[in-house]
């Protein structure tokens, strides 16, 4: 996966997503929305054809940071669900 930044202010991060796919990008929207702070989060796909995908995170604190936070949320819910997995579910 490649990141870039498209735009990058005090309170608002736009970043450009190649080589994944935008589900990966609307959980972290999904984690972003729970946040107080973050005022807008927006995702797209911008062609099909070209695999690339925006989001753009405006915040009154850290959008970078926000991201981070997001991304760390993610990642547990996700270990969480594959524990369940492991020890309840497949005996």
């Known amino acids: 996966m490649k ?3 498209i735009r990058s202010t005090t309170n608002e ?3 450009s997503f190649t080589g994944t796919d ?4 609307y959980i ?3 984690e972003l929305e729970k946040n ?3 005022e807008f989060v927006g995702v797209i796909l911008k062609h ?3 695999n690339e995908c925006w989001m753009r995170v405006t915040s009154k604190s850290d959008p970078k940071q926000n991201i ?6 993610a990642i547990s819910s996700s270990n969480e669900i594959k524990d369940t997995l492991t020890t309840d579910v497949l005996v």
């Open 3 to 5: 990141v870039e930044a």
């Open 13 to 15: 991060l736009s970043l």
């Open 22 to 25: 935008i589900s990966t990008l």
């Open 28 to 30: 972290i929207q999904y």
């Open 36 to 38: 107080p702070d973050v």
């Open 48 to 50: 099909p054809l070209t």
């Open 68 to 73: 981070q936070d997001a991304v760390d949320a």
